[in-house]
Each structure stands twice: as C-alpha cells, then as structure tokens.
C-alpha cells in the first residue's frame, strides 16, 4: 500500500468536506491513527509531512516515539485510547493532548500529574454518546457538571470533547450531539469522525478527525 499517496486522498477529502461546510481546510486537524503500526511504518507519513499522530495504549507508544521524535522533534502525539491512573505519569510525559478524560479519578491524576511534570496538554472529555455501557465516557446528561469540575475544581485547560459513535447507529445523529454538547459547555473543540465517517464528522464541527486504516491500510 502507497500509504503517502493514501494520505495526500484524505489530506484531500478533508479539505473538500471543509470548504463544502464553508470552512477552511486547515481549521480540520488530521489525527494518523498509527496504533499497532511499527515505526517503519509510521516513518514514510511523517517524511510526506503529517506530525500529528493518535495512539491508543500508553505503553505501545512508549516503544517507539521517543525515536522517531529524534529525528521529527515537532511531532504532536494524541492518545485517542482509555487511560489507566497507573500510566498517568508516562503518558502525560509521553503525549501533547489526550482525548479520553472520562471520570474524576483520572482528571484527577492528570492535574497533579501536569503539575508535578509542568507541562501543559491539550485536554478532550470523552462523551458517551450511545450511552453503551461497554463504552468508556461521560454520558452526555452528565458533561457539563463534569467540564465545569474539570475547569474549576482541578484547573484542566480542557479545550473540547470527543465521541466514539456505537457501530450499528447513525453516526450523523452522534456527531450533532456532541457539537450541542460541546456549545452548552463553551468548548470549541471537537474530537470525533474515523476512518469511515470523518466527512460526515466534518459537516458538524469535527476539529479533529482520526483517521487510521484509511492511510495506514487495514489492521490485521
């Protein structure tokens, strides 16, 4: 698989769906989801020019960034996956932004954690959308006493909030959600479109879409 040429179409498909939303291209932050890929993998992205990059476990992460950063020291590195207060301190040493602040305890630990290590990151809590209780996140009735605690309790810089839409339900109807959501609690940023929905993601708001076997080909 051509994963550069692969890039260049949703660098493309993501400026298209922009401008159809009125909307400039660039006010749509591209996350290469490269988890379970290896850094010789990773590198032909990085080399065609994309510096933001999703991964879900902490410890997966850990293997392999702090070397390819050496070579591309302004990647932005996103954890998009469920955190475990016992990986707290790696990870807020490790990313730039997690995605999946999702119950007290962990907002909690990521403070004393910024605080302890200062170092500011960018902060999304994960929304609940479907209400699935496999599911990690705030359930959507539930968010804004939760950003409010988050701001004034703990003093997080959260910028935004994030989804995962259950597989078998309209994403469209999910994405609308969340925008209401993140406008009730004043929040301009928003996580949520993957690899099969970024462009419907997009036509409501999306900021940060996170898209993985669309560039990296399909995971095994």
Same mark, same amino acid.
């Given at each position: 698989?051509?994963?550069?040429?692969?890039?260049?179409?949703?660098?493309?498909?993501?400026?298209?769906?922009?401008? +159809?939303?009125?909307?400039?291209?660039?006010?749509?932050?591209?996350?290469?989801?490269?988890?379970?890929?290896?850094?010789?993998?990773?590198?032909?992205?990085?080399?065609?020019?994309?510096?933001?990059?999703?991964?879900?476990?902490?410890? *997966?992460?850990?293997?392999?960034?702090?070397?390819?950063?050496?070579?591309?020291?302004?990647? *932005?590195?996103?954890?998009?996956?469920?955190?475990?207060?016992?990986?707290?301190?790696?990870?807020?040493?490790?990313?730039?932004?997690?995605?999946?602040?999702?119950?007290?305890?962990?907002?909690?630990?990521?403070?004393?954690?910024?605080?302890?290590?200062?170092?500011?990151?960018?902060? =999304?809590?994960?929304?609940?959308?479907?209400? +699935?209780?496999?599911?990690?996140?705030?359930?959507? !009735?539930?968010?804004?006493? =939760?950003?409010? +605690?988050?701001?004034? +309790?703990? !003093?997080?810089?959260?910028?935004?909030?994030?989804?995962?839409?259950?597989?078998? *339900?309209?994403?469209?109807? &999910?994405?609308?959600?969340?925008?209401?959501?993140?406008?009730?609690? !004043?929040?301009? #940023?928003?996580?949520?479109?993957?690899?099969?929905?970024?462009?419907? #993601?997009?036509?409501?708001?999306?900021? &940060?879409?996170?898209?993985?076997?669309?560039? =990296?080909?399909?995971?095994?």
């Amino acid at each position: 698989m051509d994963r550069t040429a692969a890039l260049t179409e949703v660098q493309s498909r993501i400026a298209t769906a922009a401008r +159809e939303d009125d909307r400039c291209g660039a006010d749509v932050h591209l996350i290469a989801v490269s988890k379970t890929y290896d850094a010789d993998v990773i590198r032909p992205v990085l080399e065609a020019g994309q510096r933001r990059f999703g991964e879900n476990r902490v410890q *997966e992460a850990a293997g392999k960034w702090p070397g390819l950063r050496e070579t591309f020291p302004d990647i *932005e590195l996103h954890l998009i996956g469920p955190l475990q207060s016992n990986k707290t301190r790696q990870a807020v040493a490790l990313f730039d932004a997690v995605h999946t602040i999702d119950r007290p305890k962990i907002a909690r630990a990521i403070a004393e954690e910024m605080a302890a290590q200062q170092k500011q990151l960018q902060l =999304f809590v994960q929304v609940n959308t479907g209400e +699935e209780p496999q599911k990690a996140g705030i359930v959507p !009735g539930q968010t804004r006493n =939760f950003v409010d +605690e988050c701001r004034n +309790e703990l !003093g997080l810089p959260i910028v935004g909030l994030m989804c995962i839409p259950p597989v078998d *339900e309209e994403p469209a109807l &999910h994405f609308a959600l969340l925008a209401k959501l993140a406008g009730e609690c !004043g929040l301009s #940023a928003l996580s949520m479109g993957m690899s099969g929905d970024y462009e419907t #993601a997009i036509q409501f708001g999306a900021t &940060h879409v996170r898209v993985g076997s669309a560039i =990296f080909g399909a995971r095994t």
